[in-house]
């Protein structure tokens, strides 16, 4: 199963499930990352955390968990 956090930056990604549970499952919901959704990844901070996309047209930093829930094709 690839992740968002496996991601490398410049590659684009289709969101196939968002995993977990509760508010942050809820959270990334809300700003748009559901299934079938389009991922541009623009880049990761030197430690590799936050990671910062591109989705429905707006930029979005995440955290490496909160990307390691998300699960991509």
Known sequence: MKTLRDVNPGESVSVVKVHGTGALRRRLLDMGITKGTKVDVLKMAPLGDPIE?????????????????????
């Open 53 to 73: 996309v591109t989705v429905r047209g707006y930029d979005l930093s995440l955290r490496k968990a909160e990307g390691e829930i998300v699960e991509v094709e």
